[in-house]
């Protein structure tokens, strides 16, 4: 069901990207009055882009898949889209997108559910997880807290019961009742009509989930990027809980034994046999870690009593001892649990999580959204500006064109990641001053020079002469005439250098000198993998696999549009 | 070809320019940026002081630890960083005099026991009036800032009661609001002191009020002491904190220019000497992985150019596009993954120049175990520097062999009947070497300078590291000098690739 939804959403995603964006961008053209004509030379070019299939293929993954990470707060988020109790409906994971949009204000966004409106006594945030529990099973979840009360409610009623009694003996004997008797009694009854209100709210908010009134619609993955994953056994970061073949330990499973006391250090180990009554046989090896599993009650997660680790094992192989690493509170170890070396095998976190305990799998996901857009960011700021300053060089040369040409030449020998390391082992730079710095230490100058000789050539040209004979002003020229005709290496250049990009940020976050700690980033998750190297490689290769497709499919575009763009002929004689 | 030569001529003179402007910068924005080494001290002072409270000193209780006045001062002074940005940069480089300062031994002072005396009787002097002028400042509730005498604005003060309002709102909204504060407070030169905001005393309360007056004449007399030993200690070229020690002064160039690259902060040692020590590291492993890379990537590019558009170029492509979309540093990270002992094979060691006792085995005779380790220690960065230029390498010899397949002169000489082979590995090729040799020149950063990633990754003890760690602990002289060599290395190594390309091919020629 949630693998047709994903379909769904990638399917959504492409389409919009390749259909819906360019009829918006065509309207809104056509709205502000522009009519969009295209050179036939153009189109021939974009005709011969399409022909180069892995690169159009690419091409398609690669801007489909951003215009979906656009939305990624109401796919991947750890609150739901929407909920509902009663006539209440709030959108909170909806809420997180405007936010992310509309960065640059505050105020009405900044809002949040309060439990009280859902159900849930208080003033504080409302707990999604705890309402989507509710809503999902109201029978189960509101059954013990219903019993808990009813039971306090004949507690206490026993008690009232007791000092009346004793009240009344006072009386029988003539005396007045001790004062502290009576307060009691009074405290008493208020609670008991406190608690009895309570049961009756209780019963009205039952009400309202059992009558399907309260509901929640999760995102196609429940977990976000900032939260970490308190729910799962263990200590982080967890090993991916999907099978992935080199990343996942191979499943074995075994059986808990007598308690034993190790013979280094005198801990708690119990003794292990491998193989379990269903599962296969195979040899124990040491330093494997176990997770000991709760016999399943019904079909929900499977629970972790604790965690231990193997350190002795016998002759054959089948069996040994473990030093008991954790136990989950409110739970013992004893002998004849199943023990796993995998504790999951769902999609609840099929990625593992960071050392954090933040889950991968929107960690990569958003982390591809950041690095794309920054990229975006830094590729179109660079090139205007580098446009802008190689338009001036190359139009009007002379002195302008000595003393830019001289600037360029000594800002470009500035070690820029060097400067970046300075500044921000400072000050924590947020998103944008990232991008301002990197377009104004290194992005802007790699076109320049290019930009510059495709002025200088086509300046000689007729038709130039010909605009500026006939009046045109000089910005004219410029852009209208000679941009349109020293695009071709500027085109053909750019997804190589969003390649750099990419790469640049991954570094400086890498080393800790690129996007603030909360951000997610693969730059930062790969630093955490360079910390628990031996220990949790999907750390590393996980980032690195997110990374380095994105970087190949758009090199792979980055070939095609070389080859549409500019194509090389070259011939050879034999 | 005279032209050529001016043209060389034009490009070595920019390189004192771009060196200047680029080290010029890197030291303005060293010195602007707080979390100097000074504000480095007092918060290893802070983080000790609260380590040995048991941590219970929190916050504010923090404040307490820092450096008094003079101490800063002091340490200011020791740090050249108490002159103005270009005059300390131009010491820096040596060509303004800069005052070296050496403590007076005691053997110098009972070599003149006459003019020490009269420096102590001028010293104990400054430490009554000072004493005199602290005893009276801690009575009073009011504080110097720079010479203005501040005091408690406690009560409004008529027609200010607006001004204070706003000030107390804004101090109560937290450190949030504290730059407006700040800027609400500076409009009237008020300051604030803990909690309490301090307001500059007028010249006719300082007329009426007594105690102030005193205060304000106590610390002139207190200033004029000190001047009095200064320049009793200048007969001699001396000088004085206002800690009680002396100083040898002696004024003099010391800068790059003369070889003096300052004290490294965190090793203690002369910087220089720090950064020879790290330089044949890097060329170490900057020279294998640039000659991996030749090694692999000329004879791939031959070949891809060969068989263009055949089975061989498509398949290899493939690699190309990798070696693109992978930075250096990540190959790195995955062959220690794989390769480093942990969860796969164990292989090679998890980073580092070359195991422990290396030193003892080479003494020990045992020559191959030493060739054996110092091998598996370079792998991974060899690989790494082998993916870092792997794609462009390969794409340009490919791209450069198949524009000399379309030259005049490959179409003569199969004209002419020559076999292929010769044509392409003898003529060709030559030819199409020429700008892979040239590119040597942009290399020299990475051979002599490391790259900072790779080093960091496998634990390189390089220039890299030096540089990165440097950074981290802001060690400032280790910075620069980095710096300096970094960008002389880059600068001439860029002429130094154009200035091969014009010397083995005489068909360019740059003007």
Same mark, same amino acid.
């Given at each position: 069901?949630?693998?047709?939804?994903?379909?769904?959403?990638?399917?959504?995603?492409?389409?919009?990207?390749?259909?819906?964006?360019?009829?918006?961008?065509?309207?809104?053209?056509?709205?502000?009055?522009?009519?969009?004509?295209?050179?036939?030379?153009?189109?021939?070019?974009?005709?011969?882009?399409?022909?180069?299939?892995?690169?159009?293929?690419?091409?398609?993954?690669?801007?489909?898949?951003?215009?979906?990470?656009?939305?990624?707060?109401?796919?991947?988020?750890?609150?739901?889209?929407?909920?509902?109790?009663?006539?209440?409906?709030?959108?909170?994971?909806?809420?997180?997108?405007?936010?992310?949009?509309?960065?640059?204000?505050?105020?009405?966004?900044?809002?949040?559910?309060?439990?009280?409106?859902?159900?849930?006594?208080?003033?504080?945030?409302?707990?999604?997880?705890?309402?989507?529990?509710?809503?999902?099973?109201?029978?189960?979840?509101?059954?013990?807290?219903?019993?808990?009360?009813?039971?306090?409610?004949?507690?206490?009623?026993?008690?009232?019961?007791?000092?009346?009694?004793?009240?009344?003996?006072?009386?029988?004997?003539?005396?007045?009742?001790?004062?502290?008797?009576?307060?009691?009694?009074?405290?008493?009854?208020?609670?008991?009509?406190?608690?009895?209100?309570?049961?009756?709210?209780?019963?009205?908010?039952?009400?309202?989930?059992?009558?399907?009134?309260?509901?929640?619609?999760?995102?196609?993955?429940?977990?976000?990027?900032?939260?970490?994953?308190?729910?799962?056994?263990?200590?982080?970061?967890?090993?991916?809980?999907?099978?992935?073949?080199?990343?996942?330990?191979?499943?074995?499973?075994?059986?808990?034994?007598?308690?034993?006391?190790?013979?280094?250090?005198?801990?708690?180990?119990?003794?292990?046999?491998?193989?379990?009554?269903?599962?296969?046989?195979?040899?124990?090896?040491?330093?494997?870690?176990?997770?000991?599993?709760?016999?399943?009650?019904?079909?929900?997660?499977?629970?972790?009593?604790?965690?231990?680790?193997?350190?002795?094992?016998?002759?054959?192989?089948?069996?040994?001892?473990?030093?008991?690493?954790?136990?989950?509170?409110?739970?013992?170890?004893?002998?004849?649990?199943?023990?796993?070396?995998?504790?999951?095998?769902?999609?609840?976190?099929?990625?593992?999580?960071?050392?954090?305990?933040?889950?991968?799998?929107?960690?990569?996901?958003?982390?591809?959204?950041?690095?794309?857009?920054? %990229?975006?960011?830094?590729?179109?700021?660079?090139?205007?500006?580098?446009?802008?300053?190689?338009?001036?060089?190359?139009?009007?040369?002379?002195?302008?064109?000595?003393?830019?040409?001289?600037?360029?030449?000594?800002?470009?020998?500035?070690?820029?990641?060097?400067?970046?390391?300075?500044?921000?082992?400072?000050?924590?730079?947020?998103?944008?001053?990232?991008?301002?710095?990197?377009?104004?230490?290194?992005?802007?100058?790699?076109?320049?020079?290019?930009?510059?000789?495709?002025?200088?050539?086509?300046?000689?040209?007729?038709?130039?002469?010909?605009?500026?004979?006939?009046?045109? %002003?000089?910005?004219?020229?410029?852009?209208?005439?000679?941009?349109?005709?020293?695009?071709?290496?500027?085109?053909?250049?750019?997804?190589?250098?969003?390649?750099?990009?990419?790469?640049?940020?991954?570094?400086?976050?890498?080393?800790?000198?690129?996007?603030?700690?909360?951000?997610?980033?693969?730059?930062?998750?790969?630093?955490?993998?360079?910390?628990?190297?031996?220990?949790?490689?999907?750390?590393?290769?996980?980032?690195?696999?997110?990374?380095?497709?994105?970087?190949?499919?758009?090199?792979?575009?980055?070939?095609?549009?070389?080859?549409?763009?500019?194509?090389?002929?070259?011939?050879?004689?034999? | 070809?005279?032209?050529?030569?001016?043209?060389?001529?034009?490009?070595?003179?920019?390189?004192?320019?771009?060196?200047?402007?680029?080290?010029?910068?890197?030291?303005?924005?060293?010195?602007?940026?707080?979390?100097?080494?000074?504000?480095?001290?007092?918060?290893?002072?802070?983080?000790?002081?609260?380590?040995?409270?048991?941590?219970?000193?929190?916050?504010?209780?923090?404040?307490?630890?820092?450096?008094?006045?003079?101490?800063?001062?002091?340490?200011?002074?020791?740090?050249?960083?108490?002159?103005?940005?270009?005059?300390?940069?131009?010491?820096?480089?040596?060509?303004?005099?800069?005052?070296?300062?050496?403590?007076?031994?005691?053997?110098?002072?009972?070599?003149?026991?006459?003019?020490?005396?009269?420096?102590?009787?001028?010293?104990?002097?400054?430490?009554?009036?000072?004493?005199?002028?602290?005893?009276?400042?801690?009575?009073?509730?009011?504080?110097?800032?720079?010479?203005?005498?501040?005091?408690?604005?406690?009560?409004?003060?008529?027609?200010?009661?607006?001004?204070?309002?706003?000030?107390?709102?804004?101090?109560?909204?937290?450190?949030?609001?504290?730059?407006?504060?700040?800027?609400?407070?500076?409009?009237?030169?008020?300051?604030?002191?803990?909690?309490?905001?301090?307001?500059?005393?007028?010249?006719?309360?300082?007329?009426?009020?007594?105690?102030?007056?005193?205060?304000?004449?106590?610390?002139?007399?207190?200033?004029?002491?000190?001047?009095?030993?200064?320049?009793?200690?200048?007969?001699?070229?001396?000088?004085?904190?206002?800690?009680?020690?002396?100083?040898?002064?002696?004024?003099?160039?010391?800068?790059?220019?003369?070889?003096?690259?300052?004290?490294?902060?965190?090793?203690?040692?002369?910087?220089?000497?720090?950064?020879?020590?790290?330089?044949?590291?890097?060329?170490?492993?900057?020279?294998?992985?640039?000659?991996?890379?030749?090694?692999?990537?000329?004879?791939?590019?031959?070949?891809?150019?060969?068989?263009?558009?055949?089975?061989?170029?498509?398949?290899?492509?493939?690699?190309?596009?990798?070696?693109?979309?992978?930075?250096?540093?990540?190959?790195?990270?995955?062959?220690?993954?794989?390769?480093?002992?942990?969860?796969?094979?164990?292989?090679?060691?998890?980073?580092?120049?070359?195991?422990?006792?290396?030193?003892?085995?080479?003494?020990?005779?045992?020559?191959?175990?030493?060739?054996?380790?110092?091998?598996?220690?370079?792998?991974?960065?060899?690989?790494?520097?082998?993916?870092?230029?792997?794609? %462009?390498?390969?794409?340009?010899?490919?791209?450069?062999?198949?524009?000399?397949?379309?030259?005049?002169?490959?179409?003569?000489?199969?004209?002419?009947?020559?076999?292929?082979?010769?044509?392409?590995?003898?003529?060709?090729?030559?030819?199409?070497?020429?700008?892979?040799?040239?590119?040597?020149?942009?290399?020299?950063?990475?051979?002599?300078?490391?790259?900072?990633?790779?080093?960091?990754?496998?634990?390189?003890?390089?220039?890299?590291?030096?540089?990165?760690?440097?950074?981290?602990?802001?060690?400032?002289?280790?910075?620069?000098?980095?710096?300096?060599?970094?960008?002389?290395?880059?600068?001439?190594?860029?002429?130094?690739?154009?200035?091969?390309?014009?010397?083995?091919?005489?068909?360019?020629?740059?003007?």
């Amino acid at each position: 069901m949630n693998f047709i939804l994903v379909l769904l959403v990638l399917v959504a995603g492409v389409w919009f990207t390749q259909k819906g964006i360019p009829w918006i961008f065509k309207g809104v053209l056509r709205l502000a009055g522009i009519r969009w004509k295209s050179s036939p030379l153009a189109e021939k070019r974009i005709r011969r882009f399409k022909s180069i299939r892995r690169g159009y293929y690419s091409f398609v993954i690669i801007t489909s898949l951003f215009t979906t990470s656009l939305f990624l707060e109401v796919l991947v988020n750890d609150k739901p889209v929407m909920i509902r109790y009663g006539d209440q409906v709030a959108y909170p994971a909806v809420r997180d997108l405007t936010n992310t949009w509309c960065f640059f204000m505050d105020g009405p966004l900044t809002t949040f559910d309060r439990s009280e409106d859902f159900g849930i006594p208080g003033q504080g945030p409302l707990d999604y997880t705890e309402f989507a529990r509710l809503v999902e099973n109201p029978e189960a979840a509101f059954g013990p807290i219903v019993e808990k009360q009813k039971s306090d409610i004949s507690e206490l009623e026993m008690e009232i019961e007791d000092v009346r009694m004793e009240i009344e003996e006072y009386e029988a004997d003539g005396e007045e009742p001790e004062e502290w008797l009576v307060e009691d009694l009074a405290a008493a009854e208020k609670q008991v009509v406190l608690l009895r209100d309570g049961l009756d709210q209780l019963a009205s908010i039952e009400k309202v989930f059992l009558d399907g009134e309260a509901g929640v619609v999760w995102p196609l993955y429940r977990h976000g990027p900032y939260k970490n994953r308190l729910d799962l056994p263990g200590t982080a970061p967890h090993d991916p809980s999907l099978y992935i073949p080199g990343l996942t330990p191979a499943r074995q499973s075994a059986m808990l034994g007598e308690q034993v006391d190790m013979e280094y250090g005198g801990r708690l180990g119990m003794r292990i046999t491998a193989g379990s009554e269903s599962g296969d046989q195979s040899p124990l090896s040491a330093d494997t870690k176990f997770y000991a599993l709760k016999p399943a009650i019904d079909s929900g997660l499977v629970e972790v009593s604790g965690i231990v680790i193997v350190r002795k094992v016998s002759e054959d192989g089948f069996s040994g001892e473990v030093e008991i690493l954790s136990i989950t509170p409110g739970e013992t170890l004893n002998a004849g649990l199943e023990l796993s070396t995998r504790f999951l095998e769902t999609w609840e976190a099929p990625l593992g999580t960071s050392d954090a305990g933040i889950d991968v799998l929107p960690l990569l996901a958003y982390g591809f959204r950041v690095s794309v857009g920054f %990229s975006l960011m830094v590729l179109v700021a660079g090139y205007i500006v580098g446009i802008l300053a190689g338009a001036i060089m190359g139009y009007y040369g002379g002195w302008t064109d000595i003393l830019l040409q001289r600037f360029i030449e000594i800002w470009g020998s500035v070690p820029f990641l060097f400067l970046i390391m300075i500044v921000a082992s400072i000050v924590d730079p947020g998103f944008w001053v990232l991008v301002i710095f990197l377009v104004i230490l290194r992005s802007w100058m790699a076109i320049t020079y290019q930009i510059r000789g495709e002025f200088y050539r086509e300046k000689a040209r007729d038709y130039v002469q010909a605009a500026i004979g006939s009046g045109v %002003s000089d910005m004219t020229v410029m852009m209208r005439h000679i941009l349109p005709n020293s695009m071709v290496p500027v085109i053909s250049r750019a997804p190589f250098s969003f390649v750099n990009y990419i790469s640049s940020l991954v570094s400086l976050d890498f080393l800790g000198f690129g996007l603030p700690p909360t951000d997610p980033s693969w730059g930062r998750l790969l630093n955490q993998g360079f910390q628990f190297l031996t220990t949790s490689p999907h750390l590393v290769f996980l980032p690195v696999l997110a990374m380095a497709t994105t970087l190949f499919l758009v090199v792979l575009i980055g070939e095609a549009v070389r080859e549409a763009f500019d194509p090389k002929v070259f011939s050879r004689l034999r | 070809m005279s032209g050529m030569w001016t043209y060389f001529a034009r490009r070595l003179l920019l390189v004192p320019i771009t060196f200047l402007v680029i080290t010029f910068m890197v030291y303005a924005v060293l010195r602007v940026t707080p979390g100097g080494p000074i504000e480095q001290l007092e918060n290893q002072m802070r983080a000790a002081a609260a380590q040995e409270g048991g941590g219970g000193g929190g916050g504010l209780g923090g404040t307490d630890v820092g450096l008094d006045e003079k101490a800063r001062e002091e340490l200011r002074a020791y740090y050249n960083l108490d002159q103005p940005i270009p005059i300390a940069y131009l010491q820096w480089l040596g060509v303004y005099p800069r005052k070296d300062r050496t403590p007076v031994t005691l053997k110098e002072r009972e070599a003149d026991p006459e003019f020490w005396d009269r420096v102590e009787v001028a010293w104990v002097n400054f430490r009554e009036t000072e004493n005199a002028y602290d005893a009276r400042l801690q009575n009073s509730a009011a504080e110097f800032r720079g010479s203005t005498l501040l005091v408690e604005a406690n009560a409004a003060l008529p027609g200010e009661e607006a001004f204070f309002q706003r000030a107390g709102e804004l101090l109560s909204e937290g450190l949030a609001s504290r730059s407006d504060l700040k800027q609400h407070l500076d409009s009237k030169g008020w300051q604030l002191s803990g909690t309490r905001f301090m307001r500059p005393v007028t010249d006719v309360e300082l007329a009426e009020n007594s105690g102030w007056a005193a205060l304000v004449s106590l610390a002139s007399d207190k200033d004029q002491a000190f001047e009095n030993l200064g320049s009793i200690l200048a007969e001699q070229n001396k000088e004085a904190s206002r800690r009680g020690s002396y100083y040898n002064v002696q004024v003099g160039f010391s800068g790059i220019l003369q070889g003096d690259f300052g004290r490294s902060f965190t090793y203690n040692e002369d910087a220089l000497d720090v950064i020879t020590q790290k330089f044949p590291i890097s060329i170490y492993f900057g020279l294998i992985g640039y000659l991996a890379t030749w090694l692999i990537c000329i004879p791939l590019g031959i070949g891809k150019a060969v068989h263009h558009r055949g089975l061989f170029d498509t398949s290899t492509s493939v690699l190309v596009f990798l070696g693109y979309a992978t930075p250096g540093f990540v190959a790195c990270l995955l062959l220690l993954v794989l390769l480093g002992g942990g969860t796969y094979w164990n292989v090679v060691p998890l980073g580092g120049f070359r195991s422990e006792g290396w030193g003892l085995w080479w003494e020990q005779g045992e020559y191959w175990r030493c060739i054996k380790d110092q091998v598996h220690h370079t792998l991974v960065p060899m690989f790494g520097y082998l993916v870092g230029s792997f794609a %462009s390498m390969t794409v340009l010899m490919k791209n450069s062999l198949l524009e000399n397949f379309g030259a005049d002169y490959v179409r003569t000489a199969f004209a002419k009947g020559l076999p292929e082979r010769r044509v392409i590995y003898v003529h060709a090729l030559r030819n199409s070497l020429i700008p892979i040799t040239a590119g040597i020149g942009h290399f020299l950063g990475i051979i002599f300078a490391g790259s900072f990633l790779i080093e960091k990754v496998c634990n390189i003890p390089g220039m890299g590291l030096l540089g990165y760690e440097s950074i981290i602990r802001r060690d400032y002289p280790i910075i620069l000098a980095t710096l300096v060599f970094g960008v002389l290395i880059r600068l001439t190594g860029n002429i130094l690739s154009d200035f091969i390309w014009a010397a083995i091919d005489p068909r360019i020629r740059f003007k």
